[in-house]
């Protein structure tokens, strides 16, 4: 592999990807578990730049899963301790509804209510001026429900200040693409820098 640069550290862990999840993984690992050497690599140029920016910014509260008893509960209990832990980012001052088809869905209203009842997550009838925005010719029921959205410029700013606090190390506009069974280390990580260089960083562990 030419111009291949080796990293003369061994990281205790290299974390891919600077989304939410890969950094609450890379501050979790040096505030909870002890390791000293992270190195967490993102391909943009800036925090949570991708999927934690381009998503639908919803703290789900369990309605979107009524096929999944288990992935709708585990929101309801999570929902409430993202709001704890991260109120600077919550964002309420909005009208949530949910509508229900009448053809082609895989849930009706009533087993939409009955989930509802189940997993605890509460929901009343959407009022007429709500329902007005629908097509009742293909919208059997319109719901008011109780969920938040975040704001990702807020938890960015959360993320760098505590990944600095931390001391994860942060490599930008830096795109992994081999991982190996390394010489000296248990795993070897390659990476393209933005020069259009490589190099390759030797470490414990590896989380994608």
């Known amino acids: 592999m030419s111009g291949l640069n080796k990293g003369e550290i061994c990281h205790d862990a290299v974390v891919i990807g600077g989304g939410f999840y890969g950094a609450a993984i890379a501050i979790y690992l040096a505030r909870q578990r002890g390791f000293k050497r992270i190195l967490l690599i993102e391909r943009e140029s800036a925090l949570l730049m991708r999927a934690s920016y ?12 009524p096929r999944s008893f288990t992935t709708a509960y585990r929101s309801r209990v999570n929902l409430p301790k993202f709001v704890r832990d991260w109120p600077l980012a919550i964002k309420q001052d909005f009208t949530k ?33 709500l329902r007005a925005l629908f097509e009742p ?20 700013i959360w993320a760098s200040r ?26 070897e990580v390659v990476v393209d820098l933005a020069q259009g260089e490589q190099q390759a960083f030797s470490c414990r562990y590896v989380f994608n």
Request: some cysteine; glycine content about 6%.
């Open 97 to 129: 509804l949910y509508a229900i088809a009448r053809r082609n869905s895989k849930v009706t209203a009533k087993q939409f209510e009955r989930f509802c009842r189940e997993i605890g997550a509460g929901i009343k009838p959407a009022e007429p001026s």
């Open 54 to 65: 381009n998503n639908q910014a919803r703290v789900h509260n369990g309605y979107h899963y």
């Open 137 to 156: 010719r293909l919208i059997e029921q319109v719901y008011w429900v109780n969920e938040c959205a975040f704001d990702t410029s807020q938890l960015s």
């Open 162 to 187: 505590e990944l600095k606090e931390s001391g994860v190390q942060v490599h930008y506009q830096t795109r992994v693409v081999a991982i190996s069974k390394g010489r000296l280390a248990p795993l």
